[in-house]
């Protein structure tokens, strides 16, 4: 059977209307909450894709509307492998969160990036092998947004700013390789990925970047270095124990980065990110499948008013 044509008449929006556009920050290991946040308001959003990580806690952070989501749930539930990203970034996409920091744990692999440095990188490597996962796409509407900078070049200069008001232990740039877990790297995979010119080794932010640029969501990453993995062999192989101490370290600096950032984003979305799906939507608006606009509804809202702009 064919698919049911879209049409304005008969789509149904739930999005939130908020005064402004909110910032959202993912919380990782270490990072469970923002107890600074004021006017706390907890949101549990079914998604068309299942369940978020855990409630997204929405308050006010130096005058800004900030909504929180911890990327494992309260307690560290979650393995990387099973986290949501697509509920993760669609639940705050509907909160009409429009910047996003990400705040991750990271192995190091690279001498120079010391455990509970922090590193904002600029250049990221998918090998979890879950690309299909890792788009809202497909079902009937196709896309292809560019992805050359994965990262945001404006939140990334942001992020680099508050970092030098609060420590000079942070460095610009580096690329980051995703891997799946829940296991740590072999030495032979630490060293290979040395080999390949990677800096920065961890479990969930392709997933993240990915999906953020499909939502229109500028993102970049604060990444807090734990280990030096396993390449580094006159020290400890990384184990749990040290990751969590040197997490724990690092909590309270990423809270204050984070409230220094804060203050600085723009009120309006006006940068690369937010105008990501321009040119990326291959299928004219008359053939997309009612299901799968209404599901992506949060997303492609802005082109419901005017459908004629993507039939050319």
Same mark, same amino acid.
């Given at each position: $059977?064919?698919?049911?044509?879209?049409s304005?008449?008969?789509?149904?929006?739930?999005? %939130?209307s908020?005064?402004?556009?909110?910032?959202?920050?993912?919380?990782?290991?270490?990072?469970?909450?923002?107890?600074?946040?004021?006017?706390?308001? *907890?949101?549990a959003i079914?998604t068309? +894709?299942?369940?978020?990580?855990d409630?997204?806690?929405?308050?006010?952070?130096? @005058?800004?509307?900030?909504?929180?989501?911890?990327?494992? !749930?309260?307690g560290?539930?979650?393995?990387?492998? =099973?986290?949501?990203? *697509?509920?993760?970034?669609?639940?705050?996409?509907?909160?009409? #969160? *429009? &910047?996003?920091?990400?705040?991750?744990?990271?192995?190091?692999?690279?001498?120079?990036?010391?455990?509970?440095?922090? #590193?904002?990188?600029?250049?990221?490597?998918?090998?979890?092998? %879950? @690309?299909?996962?890792?788009?809202?796409?497909?079902n009937?509407?196709?896309?292809?947004?560019?992805?050359?900078?994965?990262?945001?070049?404006? $939140?990334?200069?942001?992020?680099?700013?508050?970092?030098?008001?609060?420590?000079?232990?942070?460095h610009?740039?580096?690329?980051?390789?995703s891997m799946? !877990?829940?296991?740590?790297?072999?030495?032979a995979?630490?060293? /290979?990925?040395?080999?390949l010119? +990677?800096?920065?080794?961890? $479990?969930?932010?392709?997933?993240?970047? *990915?999906?953020?640029?499909?939502?229109?969501?500028? /993102?970049?990453?604060?990444a807090?270095?734990?280990?030096?993995?396993? &390449?580094?062999?006159?020290?400890?192989?990384?184990?749990?124990?040290?990751? $969590?101490?040197?997490l724990?370290?690092?909590?309270?600096?990423? %809270? =204050?980065i984070?409230?220094?950032? #804060?203050?600085?984003?723009?009120?309006?979305?006006?940068?690369? =990110?937010?105008?990501?799906?321009?040119?990326?939507?291959?299928?004219?608006?008359?053939?997309?499948?009612?299901?799968?606009?209404?599901?992506?509804a949060?997303?492609?809202?802005?082109? +419901?008013?005017?459908r004629?702009?993507?039939?050319?």
């Amino acid at each position: $059977m064919a698919a049911t044509p879209f049409s304005i008449q008969n789509i149904t929006m739930s999005i %939130k209307s908020p005064q402004e556009p909110a910032i959202g920050i993912i919380g990782g290991s270490g990072l469970y909450e923002i107890d600074s946040l004021e006017a706390i308001t *907890r949101h549990a959003i079914s998604t068309p +894709f299942g369940d978020p990580s855990d409630e997204i806690v929405e308050g006010h952070l130096c @005058g800004r509307r900030v909504c929180f989501l911890p990327r494992h !749930g309260l307690g560290h539930r979650l393995l990387a492998h =099973e986290i949501n990203h *697509r509920a993760n970034i669609w639940a705050l996409r509907s909160l009409d #969160v *429009r &910047w996003v920091v990400s705040v991750t744990a990271v192995g190091s692999l690279r001498q120079e990036l010391a455990p509970r440095d922090v #590193v904002v990188p600029d250049q990221l490597m998918d090998k979890t092998g %879950k @690309g299909d996962q890792h788009t809202f796409f497909g079902n009937g509407i196709a896309a292809h947004v560019g992805f050359a900078d994965p990262y945001s070049a404006e $939140m990334r200069n942001h992020l680099l700013l508050a970092a030098a008001n609060h420590t000079a232990r942070f460095h610009d740039g580096g690329t980051y390789v995703s891997m799946n !877990g829940p296991a740590f790297s072999t030495r032979a995979e630490s060293n /290979m990925h040395r080999a390949l010119g +990677f800096d920065l080794i961890g $479990m969930t932010n392709a997933g993240e970047a *990915r999906l953020c640029r499909e939502a229109e969501i500028a /993102m970049a990453t604060l990444a807090l270095v734990t280990d030096y993995d396993c &390449w580094k062999t006159d020290e400890a192989a990384v184990d749990l124990a040290t990751v $969590m101490a040197n997490l724990h370290a690092n909590g309270s600096l990423a %809270k =204050e980065i984070i409230r220094s950032v #804060v203050a600085t984003i723009p009120i309006e979305p006006n940068w690369p =990110e937010h105008h990501a799906l321009n040119a990326a939507i291959l299928t004219a608006v008359s053939a997309w499948p009612e299901k799968t606009a209404t599901d992506l509804a949060p997303i492609l809202a802005r082109f +419901f008013p005017d459908r004629t702009a993507l039939q050319a």
